[in-house]
């Protein structure tokens, strides 16, 4: 089992709507958990860290379940800007390493 | 305020060749990663420099070595290319000593192409 899944997609989604994708990890002592984007052939970028609490940042919603063990992204008012590549990160606390997800490809149809 | 950077971003070898990348990382970063990432998939953790010292190591063999200088700049060197290490090589930063809880900055990645 890997350490981090999430489906790898596409999700074709039309523009305005609302899309939502999880990550599941399989280390329960996991301490902090990102979502990072990524655009074709680019580097990736910091979308929003996951506290437990969950958090928003404007179109943007973050959940973490640890009982479950998964994160969960929310898009609503899709925009054709949102089309990336969403790259769920987890850290074990213990160490420096962060586990990365493959990755779920979003694709927002006009 | 430069961002991170990379050199060179595109290079090709043949097998059995060596290759060094650079990286600067952002100003006032400390704490330099480097990633291997493969078409389709997740960046895969090589290891982490902090303070010219190799802090963590992911699973890649002793082919993969590095080094950080006094200004925080590193190096990746890869001896004995195999095919499968084609890939996109990422140089993240972090400030203060990289702690699990900061943001990592990305360079643009260097590109490489095994023949």
């Known amino acids: 089992r890997k350490e981090v899944e999430q489906d790898p997609g596409p999700f074709n989604v039309p523009e305005g709507a609302t899309v939502a994708f999880n990550c599941t990890y399989s280390?329960?002592?996991?301490?902090?958990f990102f979502w990072y984007r990524q655009d074709c052939r680019k580097e990736p970028k910091l979308l929003m860290s996951?506290?437990?609490?969950?958090n928003e940042d404007g179109r943007f919603t973050a959940q973490l379940n640890r009982a479950s063990q998964y994160i969960s992204l929310l898009i609503r008012d899709s925009k054709l800007s949102d089309s990336a590549t969403y790259l769920c990160?987890?850290?074990?606390?213990?160490?420096?390493?962060?586990?990365w997800g493959a990755g779920t490809k979003l694709i927002i149809k006009p | 305020d430069a961002g991170v950077t990379q050199s060179p971003t595109h290079l090709i070898k043949t097998r059995g060749q060596q290759v060094t990348l650079r990286c600067s990382p952002k100003?006032?970063?400390?704490?330099v990663s480097w990633y291997q990432q493969a078409l389709g998939q997740g960046p895969q953790f090589i290891f982490q420099?902090?303070?010219?010292?190799?802090?963590q190591r992911g699973n890649f063999p002793d082919r993969f070595s590095g080094h950080q200088f006094p200004n925080y700049s590193s190096e990746l060197n890869v001896n004995a290319l195999l095919l499968g290490d084609s890939a996109l090589y990422l140089c993240?930063?972090?400030?203060?000593?990289?702690?699990?809880?900061?943001?990592?900055?990305f360079g643009p990645g260097t590109r490489l192409t095994v023949l």
């Open positions: 996951v506290y437990s609490s969950g």
């Open positions: 990160v987890v850290n074990e606390g213990s160490n420096y390493q962060l586990i």
């Open positions: 420099y902090y303070e010219e010292e190799e802090r």
């Open positions: 993240a930063s972090s400030p203060l000593a990289g702690g699990s809880y900061n943001e990592q900055f």
């Open positions: 280390n329960s002592a996991s301490q902090s």
């Open positions: 100003s006032g970063h400390d704490t």
